[in-house]
């Protein structure tokens, strides 16, 4: 079965400074990852993905995640936060077990203090 | 191009009384799916349709729940009767193929409130 876990309900970082939120995933086969945001009142927006090759991936709005195997990670990342990439952030996860279904996590708050 | 669209955005009904969603996913999309997601709380999918099949309802309450997409475009969710701990916020999300690779799409979700 597959499963994914953010360890952290929320967090908080200066504006400026990196980010990161964390990701952590259980799956059968090879995972196949993904990273939405949540803005209030919107439905989620697509930023990211991995599938296979580089173990950093880039995508929208100065985002990347890192890919790591071993720890079977995908921690999201971004070297300098800006006040308006506060909101809700789910980390998702499909394989080749799971009926193309798309699983998400429980969801991590990122708050930037100004 | 035109996003997910979902309607209404918002609904406010009695328990008991029967409540519908509808959506309209971005056009060449066969792939669509349902999630309900409970106040902080991630996404929980309900049904997924391949074109106009629904090749995976597991999560789907059939007592009180039901699904359509007829034509393989449109699809609505409807809830009869609804109870109290049915309200949530339900999302609609489509995706180009059935692939393992392709990211899902999702509209701004109809707030469901149950009193």
């Known amino acids: 079965a597959q499963s994914v876990a953010q360890p952290e309900d929320q967090v908080n970082v200066a504006e400026g400074n990196p980010l990161t939120v964390k990701c952590t995933y259980s799956?059968?086969?090879?995972?196949?990852l993904f990273w939405y945001v949540q803005y209030p009142n919107r439905g989620l927006q697509f930023l990211l993905k991995?599938?296979?090759?580089?173990?950093l991936v880039k995508g929208s709005y100065g985002f990347e995640a890192e890919f790591n195997k071993s720890q079977t990670s995908f921690h999201l990342k971004k070297p300098s936060a800006l006040v308006s990439d506060s909101a809700l952030y789910f980390c998702a996860v499909r394989d080749e077990t799971g009926a193309n279904n798309l699983f998400f996590g429980t969801g991590t708050r990122l708050t930037v203090i100004p | 191009e035109a996003g997910v669209v979902q309607s209404p955005r918002y609904k406010i009904i009695e328990k008991k009384q029967p409540v519908a969603f509808w959506c309209n996913p971005i056009s060449g999309h066969n792939t669509l799916y349902w999630y309900r997601q409970n106040l902080g709380q991630g996404p929980e999918l309900l049904i997924r349709?391949?074109?106009?099949?629904?090749?995976?309802d597991s999560q789907l309450p059939k007592d009180r729940f039901s699904a359509e997409r007829l034509k393989g475009v449109d699809s609505t969710l409807k809830i009869q009767p609804a109870e109290l701990g049915d309200s949530a916020v339900y999302l609609c999300a489509s995706s180009r193929g059935d692939s393992l690779f392709t990211e899902a799409f999702f509209g701004q979700g109809t707030r469901l409130t149950v009193v």
């Open positions: 349709y391949e074109n106009e099949e629904a090749v995976d």
């Open positions: 799956v059968s086969g090879n995972p196949y």
């Open positions: 991995y599938i296979t090759g580089d173990n």
